[in-house]
T-cell receptor, first 111, second 111 residues
Framework: DVKVTQSSRYLVKRTGEKVFLECVQDMDHENMFWYRQDPGLGLRLIYFSYDVKMKEKGDIPEGYSVSREKKERFSLILESASTNQTSMYLC??????????FGSGTRLTVV | QKEVEQNSGPLSVPEGAIASLNCTYSDRVSQSFFWYRQYSGKSPELIMSIYSNGDKEDGRFTAQLNKASQYVSLLIRDSQPSDSATYLCAVNEGGSEKLVFGKGMKLTVNP
């Protein structure tokens, strides 16, 4: 089975900190995605990547950046964390239209 | 913006009944359709995929697709309390592997 691993299950950060969320997948998938999930708003796409060193903005990229230096790793960066970035962050990977496999999620609280 | 609409719910059914979950989508060129199950506090888990018009059965789950009506549904037969979760409909956007998610329908199966 595809495994998508997110480095932290829970994080608490201070306003203004730079925050790194790491995601690693072990099945050689080309595509990787970062979503945030908030009550009443559903899953919203932040960034995605179809290949190494390639990235595309999703629906809500403001305040975020990403890095994909290796095929298996896709990092989400909050440049200067704000309280409105408190959320559940979900990483996913996919290949060949078979749907996403999600990581277990990181619940980030910005105080 | 491509849209995926699900009935807001929540849906409550007795144990042993059939639960019916519905979804409509706006992108006529979508080719891949998925249902995810998400337990409270957990990440979404892929339970069904469907790519052609008609029905696809997997155990107690049946996915139905009607591309002409831009409609996809999920039927859960012999519902169990363990089926209590939020169900997310997802549709690929155009010719890409990027998925657009509905906001989810919370299902409760009462013993």
């Amino acid at each position: 089975d595809v495994k998508v691993t997110q480095s932290s299950r829970y994080l608490v950060k201070r306003t203004g900190e730079k925050v790194f969320l790491e995601c690693v997948q072990d099945m050689d998938h080309e595509n990787m995605f970062w979503y945030r999930q908030d009550p009443g708003l559903g899953l919203r796409l932040i960034y995605f990547s179809y290949d190494v060193k390639m990235k595309e903005k999703g629906d809500i990229p403001e305040g975020y950046s990403v890095s994909r230096e290796k095929k298996e790793r896709f990092s989400l960066i909050l440049e200067s964390a704000s309280t409105n970035q408190t959320s559940m962050y979900l990483c996913a990977s996919s290949s060949s239209y078979y749907g996403y496999t999600f990581g277990s999620g990181t619940r980030l609280t910005v105080v | 913006q491509k849209e995926v609409e699900q009935n807001s719910g929540p849906l409550s059914v007795p144990e042993g009944a059939i639960a019916s979950l519905n979804c409509t989508y706006s992108d006529r060129v979508s080719q891949s359709f998925f249902w995810y199950r998400q337990y409270s506090g957990k990440s979404p888990e892929l339970i069904m995929s469907i790519y052609s018009n008609g029905d696809k059965e997997d155990g107690r789950f049946t996915a139905q697709l009607n591309k002409a009506s831009q409609y996809v549904s999920l039927l859960i037969r012999d519902s169990q309390p363990s089926d209590s979760a939020t169900y997310l409909c997802a549709v690929n956007e155009g010719g890409s592997e990027k998925l657009v998610f509905g906001k989810g329908m919370k299902l409760t199966v009462n013993p």
